[in-house]
């Protein structure tokens, strides 16, 4: 479901299918994920408002944030993820 809208949206194949790879390739990265380190740049996040509108990027980062939240609690519980 994901995969096909976002090809609808523009998305590059490239980039699809590189996901299962994300931490070999330059095509991602971690910096709202991992702000500890340098935080979000100013050339990704001119990129990422060259794109989306300020207000679909403030819902990326919540998003980013959320699933942040759910995998440290998971992680620390020691829970399995479900199917």
Do not use: C
């Not at 995969?3 to 523009?10: C, E, F, N, S, V």
């Not at 299918?17 to 979000?40: M, S």
């Amino acid at each position: 479901m994901h995969t096909k809208q976002a090809m609808q949206d523009g998305e590059s194949f490239q980039r699809i299918f590189l996901l299962i790879a994300w931490r070999e390739t330059d095509l991602f990265t971690e910096e709202v994920t991992l702000i500890h380190e340098n935080g979000l740049t100013p050339e990704t996040y001119n990129k990422a408002i060259s794109i989306f509108n300020e207000k679909y990027f403030a819902q990326i980062i919540i998003a980013i944030t959320t699933i942040n939240a759910w995998n440290r609690i998971a992680i620390s519980t020691n829970k399995p993820i479900g199917n």
